[in-house]
């Protein structure tokens, strides 16, 4: 399905405030950084500002909130007949997969988050954000009962997150796949069998 014109200008409009707020974020400190300088720096208002994001922090971590939609629509993509971890880990590995390499961009954005106790509270929102729909998804593919379902999803989130701000400090050339692959392995063995 095409998207309208409409769509297509809100979403780079969207995009180019994120932009704008990790460029200046990066550049300058997310402290010296106002909603104003997002806006001037994306060429809008402060109003158009407003009606995408709540918060410079919402701005920032917009890459975030669009991979994690990326990461739920990957889920529902997986084999019926697979195991609800299983499907989970496979899920991630597809769409992380596609960082590779270590980009000096994306790692100082993650450094930034674990600096700023405002982007590490709008961080877990994000992510905690994901969960309903994740909790669906598992209770559509048999797990049973919903509280083993959402702490399912919740633990999975959890992982993703906490493999992600572990990624920047492991050297020997490790790839962000294969802390995220750790960390899904660590966690699953609570909810294999």
């Not at 975030?64 to 997986?78: E, W």
């Not at 209770?139 to 993703?160: D, K, Q, T, Y």
Request: aromatic residues 6%.
């Amino acid at each position: 399905m095409s998207t309208g014109l409409r769509e297509r200008k809100k979403s780079a409009t969207r995009q180019a405030l994120h932009e704008a707020a990790v460029r200046l974020a990066i550049e300058h400190g997310l402290d010296r950084v106002t909603v104003e300088a997002i806006a001037d720096a994306a060429d809008v208002s402060r109003r158009t500002f407003s009606n995408y994001f709540a918060s410079k922090e919402e701005a920032f971590l917009y890459g975030d909130h669009a991979r994690m939609c990326v990461l739920i629509d990957a889920v529902r993509a997986r084999p019926a007949g697979e195991a609800p971890w299983q499907v989970l880990t496979a899920a991630a590995v597809e769409v992380f997969q596609v960082l590779g390499a270590r980009d000096p961009r994306w790692i100082a954005q993650v450094r930034l988050v674990r600096r700023h106790p405002a982007l590490a509270a709008q961080q877990v929102t994000t992510y905690t954000s994901m969960e309903d729909g994740l909790t669906a998804e598992l209770v559509a593919r048999g797990v049973e009962g919903p509280i083993r379902a959402r702490l399912m999803a919740a633990a999975f989130m959890a992982s993703v997150r906490v493999a992600v701000q572990a990624y920047p400090d492991r050297t020997g050339g490790a790839a962000l796949i294969d802390v995220m692959r750790e960390a899904l392995a660590v966690t699953g063995e609570g909810f294999r069998g």
